[in-house]
């Protein structure tokens, strides 16, 4: 019988308490984690590769064994808001550790009582460290930026937080006056795609170069990206800033999300403000197919991946947020011998497994081990829970493409490409990280 979820050899993924900081660094906010105290290298020491080189308000509460069995949430409040009173921060998010989760601590409280006492907005993002960084960051990003969009409308007066795009215009328009301006050919306007890039974190894009890269990869295919975030990179900033506050480009024609950690937001900003999204990163000769479905969405308001073997992929109709619908691409074999297996979060590796079937014509499969993440997958790649399914489903393969300490589960007969993941595993093989969009080219 198989075990799930069990792990003996390789590390479990970065926590979703980790997810939550990473998405959150670059916002100006100050990040409070309710745990004990010296944890706070945890989160940033060892999953943070910004920690070093800019500032960042991240804190955890110092939870001591009477706090915790005492359920002393009032100095949670007041060590957070003296600390916040001197700080000055844009927001403040709190979210927990198990401790606190197996207590049952009221995050929401917490923040409200916190945004109460000191006027600076607050929410809660409900983590445990029980599940991945996909489902913390996620949440994270769709929290903040619903947290937000409330007080915009709460100062406009607005009625329907839909009503927020257009009272915003002016500002927001005014950013893609200046993408336009820096066009060499004035005329291309009306023709040229703008898009925000939703979900990059260090995380997943260890090698900070790649955002400038996914930049040139569109640079000559009349799209051009308004804001990263919250993952800014050289002279792509991380967000527009509307009144103090920093959010996506509501106005940007199309949101391209290059991790599942975007997909929460993605699909909030769809339902209500009909911006549609893709999913997919430009790495190789994909870029090509991955711009012409970003052209597509636009055009059509629907929201796609174009990493199904050679073009469409899935696609949803119109109006439609559930469940992506086949296209017309032509899908891989799945009793074809399998050439290529890899393993790491949805829409990176799938966006390479498909420049890699474009480029090399082999059949690829990606395998999944994180959580939330189907929905970002093909019908022909898998989800797996635990190291004896990853063997299993590796049984055969000819290459296997994951991090290096994946290595000990493949079968000796596949030749292994090391491609070091810093969500999986940290620092170790940190100087080894790749930029996922000029991979192939190397």
């Known amino acids: 019988m198989r075990i799930e979820n069990s792990y003996i050899v390789t590390p479990c993924y970065t926590a979703d308490a980790s997810g939550v900081c990473s998405a959150l660094f670059e916002l100006g906010g100050m990040i409070v984690m309710h745990d004990p105290s010296g944890c706070n290298s945890t989160y940033n020491t060892h999953d943070e590769t ?68 000191t ?29 937000m969009l409330k007080i915009l409308q709460k100062k406009y007066g607005l009625n329907d937080i839909r009503n927020i795009k257009s009272a ?28 925000n890039i939703l979900g990059a974190s260090p995380l997943d894009f260890g090698d900070f170069r790649t955002i400038t890269s996914i930049k040139q990869a569109f640079v000559n295919r009349d799209i051009d990206i308004s804001t990263s975030f919250a993952f800014g990179s050289g002279d792509i900033k991380n967000g527009v800033d509307i009144d103090g506050i920093l959010l996506p480009d509501l106005n940007a024609d199309v949101n391209l999300v290059v991790s599942a950690m975007g997909i929460p937001l993605a699909k909030y900003l ?40 050679n073009s469409a992929g899935h696609r949803r109709k119109a109006g439609d947020a559930g ?59 898998m989800a797996f829970k635990g190291e004896e399914q990853c063997i299993e489903l590796l049984k055969g393969v000819k290459h296997v493409i994951a991090d290096p300490l994946y290595r000990p589960l493949c079968p000796e007969t596949a030749v292994f490409h090391g491609l070091p993941h810093v969500a999986f595993s940290g620092r170790c093989f940190i100087r080894d990280v790749k930029d996922l969009v000029t991979i192939l080219d190397t």
């Open 50 to 117: 910004r920690w070093y080189d800019k500032d960042s308000l991240i804190y955890i509460t110092g939870l001591t064994e009477i706090d915790a069995i005492m359920g002393n949430d009032k100095k949670v409040v007041e060590d957070v808001s003296d600390a916040a009173e001197r700080l000055k921060p844009a927001f403040i998010t709190i979210c927990g550790s198990p401790i606190p989760y197996l207590n049952g601590t009221d995050y929401n409280a917490i923040a409200s009582m916190i945004e109460k006492k």
């Open 119 to 147: 006027g600076i907005p607050a929410f809660a993002v409900h983590t445990n460290s029980m599940h991945d960084y996909i489902a913390g960051g996620g949440a994270a990003l769709k929290e903040y930026v619903s947290c």
């Open 168 to 195: 915003i215009c002016d500002q927001s328009l005014s950013e893609h006056d200046k993408i336009y301006q820096q066009s060499s050919d004035k005329s291309d306007k009306n023709n040229r795609r703008v898009i």
């Open 270 to 309: 769809y339902e209500e403000f009909g911006t549609p999204y893709v999913l997919g990163v430009p790495t190789g000769k994909f870029a090509e197919v991955l711009s012409e479905d970003i052209k597509r969405a636009a055009a059509a308001g629907t929201c796609s991946t174009g990493y199904a073997k």
């Open 323 to 381: 469940k992506l619908e086949p296209g017309p691409a032509d899908k891989a074999d799945p009793a074809r011998e399998i050439d290529v297996a890899i393993i790491g979060e949805a829409v990176t590796m799938s966006s390479l497994a498909a420049a890699i079937r474009l480029q090399y014509g082999c059949n690829v499969k990606v395998l999944c081990p994180l959580e939330f993440s189907k929905s970002a997958l093909t019908e022909n790649d």
